[in-house]
């Protein structure tokens, strides 16, 4: 069923100009509906007398309009499959870190956090709370989402690994109000991954997550990689040039066109833009290089060897290709920093500052 499936989708990949990561999401979110159909009744019952235990969501968000964001990511909720067992999530929380190469290490997942209070920015389907309420040690988790469903889904995954119902909570916000139900300086680290890249307003985001933090605390996210193999190797030439898609955009525009199943905003980024964002913001900046996406670094070098034979490419482009190294784990790296797709930010709350309300 999955291969004739893959199958249809890649033939309408091939029509319409769509990337492999375009397949892959299709194919994920066709499995996750009949996931959800076979397996979500069965999960609710499973995980009710815990639910019922669990703080309800907060709205933060009421009254504020929808956005396009808002619209698109209800509609589009990110969903792994249905958990009927404890042990069936923790494998999945394996799956997600481990088969993306340097995730874990980029991220330091998940933990160790003791007794500190975390928020998930963008939480989606809980797969990360799930994990920092199974391993971190953390005395309060807090996931945030603009999707009401993905957080109903988020209680339910998180359902499996809390026993006091006291370490976690969930709010909703919205893509045009971001400010939380929180203290200043209440929270000791922040995690958003794949999420910051599709929001209205970046800088919003970030300003909120410098009142949330404390002094010396520090936020991680991780946002899409312009500078990566996929964007400049595989969309920018097997996907560009070897297929002929949309060959008249550049390989970032061409990415953002497509990413998340044509998602209305997804930026694609290098470091400066994500420092631009941080104009005002107090906080210090590092950036750690990109994690990989499952089959990026796949034949890497076969491929980069046969593009830059290629007469077609883009100054750019060329120059990113022909400076790519191998690094840790026979991974390609970029001025000694690995090129995955998800690149990783530390953004550290300088001590003393303070941001004006």
């Avoid at 069923?1 to 994920?28: F, K, Q, T």
């Avoid at 193999?229 to 920018?236: A, D, I, M, S, W």
Wanted: net charge positive.
């Amino acid at each position: 069923m999955r291969r004739l499936l893959l199958e249809g989708m890649n033939r309408y990949a091939r029509i319409s100009g769509r990337d492999s990561i375009w397949v892959s999401a299709a194919v994920a979110r066709v499995e996750r509906r009949v996931d959800e159909m076979l397996g979500g009744a069965a999960e609710r019952a499973l995980t009710y007398r815990m639910r019922r235990r669990l703080p309800p969501i907060i709205d933060a968000a009421s009254g504020a309009p929808l956005s396009e964001t808002d619209r698109y990511w209800r509609k589009h909720t990110v969903r792994g499959r249905t958990f009927l067992s404890r042990q069936a999530s923790l494998d999945y929380i394996a799956e997600l870190t481990d088969g993306r190469p340097l995730k874990r290490e980029l991220l330091r997942l998940h933990g160790p956090h003791e007794g500190k209070c975390i928020l998930d920015f963008g939480c989606g389907p809980g797969n990360d709370l799930a994990g920092f309420a199974e391993f971190s040690g953390a005395a309060l988790v807090i996931g945030v989402d603009v999707s009401p469903k993905a957080l109903d889904l988020a209680r339910r995954r998180v359902s499996w690994h809390v026993r006091d119902p006291r370490r976690v909570a969930f709010i909703r916000i919205a893509d045009g109000q971001v400010r939380l139900p929180l203290e200043n300086a209440s929270v000791d680290y922040i995690q958003s991954l794949g999420v910051i890249h599709h929001a209205s307003d970046p800088t919003a985001i970030l300003r909120e997550f410098h009142r949330l933090l404390k002094p010396g605390a520090e936020a991680r996210i991780m946002v899409y990689n312009a500078d990566s193999v996929h964007v400049q190797l595989e969309v920018g030439y097997i996907w560009r040039l070897v297929n002929g898609a949309m060959k008249d955009k550049s390989p970032e525009a061409a990415f953002s066109a497509t990413a998340d199943l044509g998602a209305p905003i997804a930026h694609c980024l290098r470091p400066a833009d994500v420092a631009g964002w941080l104009e005002g913001v107090p906080f210090d900046l590092e950036y750690l290089g990109g994690f990989f996406v499952p089959g990026e670094a796949s034949g890497w070098q076969e491929k980069r060897d046969r593009a830059l034979a290629d007469s077609r490419l883009g100054d750019h482009q060329r120059s990113f290709l022909a400076g790519l190294e191998i690094g840790a784990q026979g991974l390609p790296y970029h001025r000694g920093k690995p090129a995955g797709l998800g690149a990783v930010y530390v953004l550290s709350k300088r001590s003393g500052w303070r941001l004006a309300p």
